[in-house]
């Protein structure tokens, strides 16, 4: 028994150092943003003497100056129209593997596999070539394409083994009652993966929202990339000095749609993720 106790008190200590770890620069960065550069620099971790005008000249010079309003809208645009297309292309494909007693399924699913171990930068340059001559150089629909080849193998995957989980006693009803394979799919099995849609597509924004090499390599024109082509680039001097109030600001405008996101979604993540583990 007090084994035991002592293996829980150690466990939850490594725990909470593990936490307070990760949390420390996030802390840091949120309490830099509130603060005047000379306010910074004479203190990390001093508190703001005004708050309220520091925080928000921060935040406003931020926006303003990393034109985050008009990248705002097209990582929005790029990352919803590319997360429509991957979930609902991944999920027929999930179902016909799963379902379908396709004769070579497992092949098929196999080479979905083998596309999450190939690193993406590894079809750079035939994908610029095809963007080329396809005329999608520099176009918000080639990002959306490649976005969406980009997490199919993952979708394809999680799906997969939720959709096995189902009972096929299911389709058999429906096929009894004269609902077509197409209806079956769309009004009775659909409705039962949505942890899975949910726990794909908190995954797929994320990758989504902080990609920045096919932005960097197909994008030319300004008003066409993405926030994090922005952030790449975002720097404000005061001075001789960069300005860290403003920088930070920046920072957390970007991270703060995909951190609120998943908060809100957390519970639907992880039983996404292991509702598929285990039958019946």
């Known amino acids: 028994m007090k084994r035991s106790i002592g293996k829980t008190i150690v ?3 490594i725990l909470i150092l593990l936490t307070v770890i990760t949390l420390l620069p996030f802390a840091m960065m949120f309490l830099t943003s509130t603060k005047t550069n000379a306010e910074f620099y004479q203190g990390m971790w001093s508190l703001p003497k005004n708050i309220v005008e520091s925080t928000s000249h921060n935040y406003s010079e931020a926006w303003a100056e990393g034109n985050f309003g008009q990248d705002f809208m097209n990582t929005v645009i790029i990352s919803f129209s590319a997360l429509a297309l991957a979930l609902m ?5 999930s179902y016909a593997i799963a379902r379908r007693n396709l004769r070579h399924a497992q092949t098929l699913s196999n080479l979905y596999l083998v596309g999450l171990l190939i690193p993406g930068m590894v079809g750079l340059t035939p994908m610029f070539v095809m963007a080329r001559f396809l005329g999608l150089f ?3 629909i080639i990002l959306i394409i490649l976005y969406t080849a980009m997490v199919m193998p993952f979708c394809v995957f999680l799906m997969t083994s939720f959709f096995r989980t189902l009972p096929s006693e299911m389709e058999e009803a429906a096929s009894i009652d004269g609902a077509t394979p197409w209806q079956a799919f769309s009004k009775i099995i659909l409705p039962l993966v949505r942890p899975a849609f949910v726990a794909a597509g908190i995954f797929c924004f994320l990758d989504f929202w ?38 930070m ?17 957390q519970r639907q993540v992880v039983g996404g993720l292991t509702a598929g583990s285990v039958k019946g």
């Not at 990339?225 to 109030?245: A, C, E, N, Q, R």
């Not at 600001?249 to 979604?265: D, G, K, M, Q, S």
């Open 138 to 140: 520099n176009t918000r």
């Open 11 to 13: 466990t939850r200590f």
């Open 249 to 265: 600001a920046a920072c957390v405008i970007f991270i703060a749609p995909v951190l609120i996101l998943y908060i809100l979604f």
């Open 89 to 93: 292309l991944s999920s027929m494909v």
């Open 210 to 247: 902080s990609e920045y090499l096919y932005g960097l390599v197909f994008i030319v024109d300004p008003t066409k990339k993405t926030i994090s082509m922005g952030m790449l680039t975002f720097k404000v001097i005061s001075g001789f000095k960069i300005d860290w109030g403003v920088t």
